[in-house]
């Protein structure tokens, strides 16, 4: 199993540019989540997922959308950059509730 | 909601020494999990340790242990026999019932002294 994977893991943007940043698991993991971590602040979630086709936000959304088509994938779409989403994002899926909740290896973003 | 404090942003130890870091949780859920995770200086999270509220025991795993005091509310970590690569940043976290995903808290930095 490769586990949850993330690309890319670097990556700058211009402010006002869109990306998305993808996130997988090959692990049929129900739960899936994205947190932006920054200095001090530990791991804040933006939105969560408790299996395909049903999302949720979580602490802090703005500025980002996401989809859940398929069990595996997860991506997290910056609508328009800003230098305030400068940050490490981390993907993280779990088999459920009661699950250890498995990371990705981050994306590092620099909105310039 | 969960809410996670961790109120050593730093601590040292010596190897070869125990250490406790300290975590307090609040929640008005009955039914919640308690984790811990490592972050070396690489950057990846590693799940350490997992209690569930109607754990009757206290969880272990190697060297790690949570000391889970259900009425105070805290899920201290305690490591036995520090070692030099244990020094890294830990997250204690949690997860309410239902459909709730993980909160953390802020972290401590651990530091390990040879």
């Known amino acids: 199993n490769a586990g949850v994977t993330q690309t890319p893991k670097f990556q700058v943007l211009k402010t006002g540019q869109s990306m998305t940043l993808q996130c997988a698991q090959d692990?049929?993991?129900?739960?899936m989540s994205w947190y932006r971590q920054d200095p001090g602040m530990g791991l804040r979630l933006i939105h969560y997922s408790v299996g395909a086709g049903i999302t949720d936000q979580g602490e802090v959304p703005n500025g980002y959308n996401v989809s859940r088509s398929t069990t595996e994938d997860f991506p997290l779409r910056l609508l328009s950059a800003a230098p305030s989403q400068t940050s490490v994002y981390f993907c993280?899926?779990?088999?459920?509730?009661?699950?250890?909740?498995?990371f990705g290896p981050g994306t590092r973003l620099t909105v310039l | 909601a969960q809410k996670i404090t961790q109120t050593q942003p730093g601590m040292f130890v010596q190897e070869k020494e125990a250490v406790t870091l300290d975590c307090t949780y609040d929640t008005s859920d009955q039914s919640y999990g308690l984790f811990w995770y490592k972050q070396p200086s690489s950057g990846e999270m590693i799940f350490l340790i997992y209690q569930g509220s109607y754990d009757e025991q206290n969880a272990t795993e190697g060297r790690y242990s949570l000391n889970f005091q259900k009425a105070r509310k805290s899920a201290n970590l305690v490591i036995s026999a520090s070692q030099l690569g244990d020094s890294a940043m830990y997250f204690c976290a949690m997860r309410g019932s239902g459909n709730t995903p993980l909160v953390f808290g802020k972290g401590t930095r651990l530091s390990v002294i040879a």
């Open positions: 692990m049929n993991h129900e739960y």
């Open positions: 993280a899926s779990s088999r459920g509730p009661r699950g250890g909740q498995f």
